[in-house]
């Protein structure tokens, strides 16, 4: 066959094709759009993502030390406090192996205890849930007890920033917000109630009204004192007059 019958016509321009090219680059240029419209909506997304985030997530400052007091909490407070903060429940000693389950037989922490040992209080106050933290107003009033009187066997033991971190722990474990790391210069704005309102002072009583004054020493005794005595002169004149003879004689 030869060789020019078997050569491609050219297309002229503007003359229909069969559609394949044309089809291909649409379809390119609207993955494309789909893509971009893709990228903007997930950069949306995630920028919403992070502002929520930013809103709702510890300082840092703060959670580093609600961690270090979780760590300080596991050491020193767990075996009294429990895992949950409730105390010594039931469900918290079963986790113990059955022969140190029950912390008052004898030698262990009654009064004879061994020299290491102490004696352990039967009733251990939860210090999470409701009603919890009630004696205290503020994160300072929680650290100034829990700083003189813990831990149980040896109060004042810890570092005040080990103090401090503990309590935040326990104050984060019952919900309360903390925006930075607590200590000496905010733990007293760290509200945990309000102030108890104050009573009312009672109005002044209202004075008695004044008694007239008497007509004779200003009072009413001086008065009696008064009629007293010239009853007492009337009759010693009526008497005197009585025996006098030229009061008979006329």
């Known amino acids: 066959m030869d060789r020019a019958l078997r050569r491609p016509r050219p297309v002229a321009a503007g003359a229909p094709s069969d559609g394949r090219p044309a089809r291909s680059r649409r379809a390119r240029a609207a ?18 993502e992070a502002a929520e985030a930013r809103t709702t997530v510890v300082p840092p400052s703060a959670a580093e030390q609600i961690e270090r007091g979780f760590a300080l909490y596991r050491l ?42 102490f ?22 009033d929680v650290f100034a007890f829990v ?23 326990v104050l984060d474990h019952n919900g309360v917000p903390l925006r930075a790391a607590l200590g000496p210069d905010n733990a007293s704005k760290v509200v ?33 004192v008064a009629v007293g005595l010239g009853v007492v002169v009337a009759i010693v004149l009526f008497l005197r007059r009585r025996g006098d003879p030229r009061a008979s004689g006329q």
């Open 119 to 140: 004696v352990l209080p039967r009733d251990i106050p939860a210090i999470a849930g409701v009603g919890a933290l009630t004696k205290f107003r503020t994160a300072a």
């Open 76 to 117: 020193y407070c767990v075996s009294c406090h429990g895992d949950a903060l409730l105390g010594l429940t039931p469900s918290y000693i079963a986790q113990w192996p059955p022969e140190d389950q029950n912390c008052w037989q004898s030698k262990c922490h009654i009064e004879n205890h061994p020299p290491d040992g």
């Open 31 to 48: 993955l494309l759009v789909l893509g971009g419209l893709s990228l903007v909506a997930a950069g949306a997304l995630a920028g919403a």
């Open 192 to 224: 945990l109630r309000a102030a108890e309102p104050q009573p009312e002072a009672s109005p002044a009583p209202t004075p008695p009204p004044a008694q007239p004054a008497a007509a004779f020493g200003g009072s009413p005794t001086a008065s009696l």
């Open 147 to 169: 700083r003189a009187r813990m831990p149980y066997q040896n109060p004042q033991w810890l570092s005040d920033e080990e103090y401090w971190a503990i309590v935040a722990y």
